[in-house]
């Protein structure tokens, strides 16, 4: 593992687990603990990033690269220039501060584990995005941080405004990643690499494909989605019903400027272009202002905020839109400037709601007598937010608006950006003075759920006292703190040297600056006029926008799923199951019908002659099949039955020289028949008659035609040439595996990928199981339909006397199978099944409720812990392959030495295996356990029966 993946895992591994398991009780000492592994995991991950920053300012592109799925271009690649270096450090310095704020803010009802363990969680997520080098990995974090923020949003879980947030939120960034995850894939299909190292120099060939036009927008809609850009901001004001700590981070910091990274990260292959230009820089300059006059009028003190968060991320996606190269210095300075002045006031803003436990803006005022160092932060805040001389939101600012003076954005109309630039400004320094004056003077405080606020600890107000600090030594001397990183930032924005400029406060008597003037007197005049008399606090939100929008969007597409899901849906399985063998047969037969088709005409292969043998066994199975058709109702007899269509298909795979899928399939029919008879014990031994003959008719239409159109798509295949994979296979099993039994050699190391989906999917279908039918409890029938009486207490003693004799030989038996797996016929498969037949015969010799106790099952539940066990093994086996530079379930093998047993041929594989046998195990008799338990009665019951 490289230093730059020990930064991400540092918190999105390590970080996230110390912290959920240490915060796991909520104790006073274990909340003080996790909120110190935080700070811990997180100042290490900082301290790794400065001692890699030095050399990226010599001007080192630090890149650390390991293969993953190389086959689909994912590799775990990490890239740290001057871009991600301004990203990193902002996202682990930022989070420190959240932690200590953090520490003070929560209540001490409020889980620390959950909170501190959700906060690492983003955070490695968010360095991931940032130092990611493949696409393909990007949007994987970018996921990880859309799910991650909707847990995090929704922490307070038991308040109906969170849990809106959190669903709004990851509706509207989960749907913006879908898109994105498409618009990377055509982007590297068009430069034909998904590695940014490589990508971001082939700009102009991938500007020439015609398909470039349609990753644009599927990537910008990735960007605006995240960024909270018109038309998709309304989904940040929702968000802002989680903790603050958590909008200081990710709705100021962090998260909302993962789409200004994106789009600043690939501003050299899409940049250039006019369409680029056109729709980001529109769509900024849009939101800009709309976003700061909304804020106005928001009397919640964090709905303004968030406003206010929508209008500078506006500004800086409208700063990248520009064609200008000073525009991308600008750019990269406010982001930094921002994230100091935005994460300092809602610290504020989080203050005063748990001094004086509420937000809104009417309730409050004169908080700056009894608050006075939180009033004095949240002034110079507000300052800064306005663009006020000597912060370094007016540095920033000046720079915008004399962009704005020489865009040509809108050719002949260009006019209007400097007067929607000035106009916003105007805004902005109008709902700042509203955020200070409203809370902090305009009268005393007007019935506040907690009436005597005061200054809180000086733990809580010192992240926020730093980050203001910051905010005017920047102000005051930009170009000595922050000019050589956003020199380097912007060099890397751009993809060449960033643009001979100079951050001062001062520039002399420019249109920028009388911009600015206007801005700030006009805002004041503005505030001043709709404050007159109290009429801003009158103000009603009208129900219309992006949110009513949204919510009518989502409440239509509700409502349309249901009409089709009751027209559709009417209960009927053989109705669901006729539509779909419908649909499949037509789907295949749609191919061949096609004029230049040679579908429907059989192959010219020399065909074999039909063993005897084989034609008898045909004829068992077309006997088999008939009687499973005709006496399909009797529930018993066709459990029996389709065993034996199993048992054919057996002597099949024998007959074929696959011993393998012989054993798997005598198995599986051995399991698969005891519980399917376990599940039909809760049934009516009969199925009901069907209501129509019509209906009998049409399922034996369906099911010739299906039948038929199976047996001649088999019938086409088998008689035509072809190329089979399966000599790879052969040859590659003992140099590539370790092994000579093929067919295990694929299971656990060239399809290792497969398996693990497969364990994975038996898994959940076990616990699914236990899921489903927990509790459920079914009354015995206490005689058959003959009327003779069923005996539930009495075990058949023969067979308890061959049970104890079978076990241990079974488990030495599946232990040899398991073994000699890699190089004969077994394997964990096998193995598993052979055990789990082994243990169904013990429940039936000795009962559920013995059984149960000789393995400590505890209705179930350890079982469980065998499928966590089995696929946790089959999992490290796979990732432990990183650790050498393999990619996942990379398999290693050798022949080492051992004193008396000498030469042995061993496999890394086995352990996973061993993974695969635990979990097939731990399925089936979880399955069978909770069948076991539905019929179970309680014991009064059962006493009152046999009385």
């Not at 002597?651 to 054993?663: H, K």
């Amino acid at each position: 593992m490289g230093l730059l993946s020990s930064i991400v895992c540092l918190p999105l591994i390590l970080g996230t687990l110390a912290c959920a398991w240490i915060g796991g009780r909520n104790t006073p000492a274990r909340r003080g603990a996790a909120a110190g592994v935080a700070a811990a995991v997180t100042l290490a991950a900082l301290a790794l990033l400065i001692a890699l920053g030095g050399s990226v300012f010599d001007g080192e592109v630090r890149v650390e690269r390991t293969s993953w799925v190389p086959a689909l271009g994912l590799n775990l690649g990490f890239r740290l220039d001057g871009l991600a270096l301004m990203f990193a450090g902002l996202i682990t310095a930022m989070g420190l501060l959240i932690v200590a704020y953090a520490a003070f803010y929560l209540h001490e009802d409020d889980p620390a584990g959950k909170f501190y363990g959700l906060l690492m969680l983003f955070m490695g997520a968010m360095l991931g995005i940032v130092l990611a080098d493949n696409l393909l990995l990007l949007v994987v974090f970018w996921e990880l941080t859309s799910i991650s923020s909707f847990l995090l949003v929704g922490y307070w879980g038991h308040r109906e405004d969170a849990r809106a947030g959190a669903r709004t939120a990851l509706t509207v960034t989960g749907g913006g990643g879908l898109a994105l995850l498409a618009g990377v894939v055509l982007l590297g299909q068009i430069a034909g690499t998904y590695e940014l190292s490589e990508l971001l120099g082939r700009g102009e060939a991938v500007r020439a494909d015609p398909r470039f036009g349609v990753a644009l927008v599927l990537i910008l809609l990735g960007c605006f989605t995240k960024s909270a850009q018109w038309p998709f901001h309304f989904w940040l004001p929702e968000a802002m019903a989680a903790p603050t700590p958590v909008s200081a981070y990710l709705h100021s910091a962090t998260m909302v400027k993962a789409g200004l990274f994106l789009l600043a990260r690939l501003y050299p292959v899409l940049g250039p272009s006019p369409a680029f230009e056109l729709i980001v820089g529109s769509v900024g300059l849009l939101t800009m202002t709309l976003a700061a006059f909304i804020a106005i009028f928001r009397h919640d003190l964090k709905g303004l905020l968030a406003y206010s968060t929508i209008s500078h991320l506006g500004l800086i996606t409208f700063l990248i839109g520009l064609a200008s190269p000073m525009s991308a210095v600008a750019a990269v300075f406010h982001i930094l400037n921002h994230a100091s002045f935005k994460a300092a006031l809602f610290m504020a803003a989080g203050i005063v709601d748990h001094e004086t436990g509420t937000r809104d803006m009417r309730r409050l005022g004169g908080l700056m007598r009894l608050m006075p160092w939180v009033g004095t932060i949240a002034l110079l805040g507000a300052a800064t937010m306005a663009g006020v001389p000597l912060f370094n939101g007016f540095v920033s600012k000046e720079m915008m608006l004399d962009e704005a003076v020489q865009s040509r954005l809108w050719g002949t109309l260009s006019w209007a950006v400097p007067l929607l630039a000035t106009l916003a400004s105007l805004f902005s320094v109008a709902y700042s003075l509203r955020f200070a004056h409203d809370t902090f003077f305009n009268g005393p405080p007007r019935d506040i759920p907690q009436a005597h606020p005061h200054e809180p600890p000086l733990g809580m107000k010192l992240p926020a006292m730093l980050l203001i600090v910051i905010s005017i030594a920047v102000g005051l001397m930009p170009a000595l703190i922050a000019g050589p990183l956003v020199e380097l930032a912007a060099g890397a924005v751009l993809g060449a040297p960033a643009p001979e400029h100079h951050l001062a406060l001062w520039h002399g008597f420019t249109w920028p600056l009388l911009m600015s003037v206007i801005a700030l007197a006009g805002g004041a005049i503005l505030y001043a006029g709709l404050q007159h008399r109290g009429r801003l606090h009158r103000y009603v939100t009208k129900a219309w926008g992006g949110k009513a929008s949204f919510t009518a969007l989502v409440e239509g597409l509700f409502r349309g799923a249901g009409r089709l899901t009751s027209t559709l849906e009417n209960g009927s399985l053989q109705r669901y199951v006729a539509w779909m063998l419908v649909a499949a047969i037509a789907l295949g037969a749609w191919p061949m019908w096609q004029p230049r088709a040679e579908g429907l005409v059989a192959g010219e292969r020399q065909l074999l002659a039909a063993p005897p043998v084989a034609i008898i066994v045909w004829a068992v199975l077309i006997v088999v099949g008939g009687a499973l058709v005709l006496m399909h109702r009797q529930r018993f007899l066709a459990v029996v039955l389709a065993g034996a269509v199993g048992l054919v298909a057996s002597l099949t795979f024998l007959s074929l020289s696959a011993p393998d899928l012989a054993m798997t399939q005598l198995s599986v029919d051995v399991v698969s028949t005891v519980l399917l008879l376990m599940g039909l014990a809760l049934l009516p031994q009969a199925s009901p008659r069907e209501s129509a003959g019509w209906r009998r008719a049409r399922d034996g239409l369906v099911a010739l035609l299906g039948g038929g159109a199976v047996s001649w798509l088999t019938w086409l295949m088998l008689t035509r040439d072809h190329d089979s994979i399966s000599w790879y296979f052969l040859d590659q099993s003992v140099p590539g595996g370790g092994g000579t039994n093929a067919v295990n050699v694929i299971l656990v190391d060239f399809r290792g990928y497969d398996t693990f989906g497969e364990i994975t999917v038996l898994g959940i279908a076990g616990v699914g199981v236990l899921a489903l039918m927990e509790g459920l409890r079914v009354r015995r029938p206490a005689t058959d339909p003959e009327g003779r009486p069923w005996s539930f207490s009495t075990e058949p003693v023969m067979l308890r006397v061959v049970s104890r004799l079978v076990l241990p030989i079974a488990l030495v038996v599946s232990a040899y199978i398991f073994w000699r797996g890699h190089n004969l016929p077994g394997g964990g498969f096998i193995a598993g099944l052979v055990t789990a037949v082994a243990l169904v015969l013990q429940y039936m010799a000795v009962g559920q409720a013995r059984a149960d106790m000789l393995l400590h099952a505890g209705g179930g539940r350890r079982f469980v812990r065998w499928i966590g066990t089995g696929l946790g093994i089959a999992a490290l086996t796979g990732i432990g392959a990183f650790v050498f530079g393999h990619p996942f379930l990379t398999s290693a093998h050798g022949h080492p030495s051992v004193p008396i047993l000498g030469e042995l041929p061993l496999a890394s594989a086995a352990l996973f295996d061993l993974g695969v046998y635990i979990t097939v195990v731990g399925s089936t008799l979880l399955t069978l356990s909770v069948l076991a338990g539905a019929s179970k009665e309680p014991a009064s019951i059962a006493r009152s029966q046999t009385q």
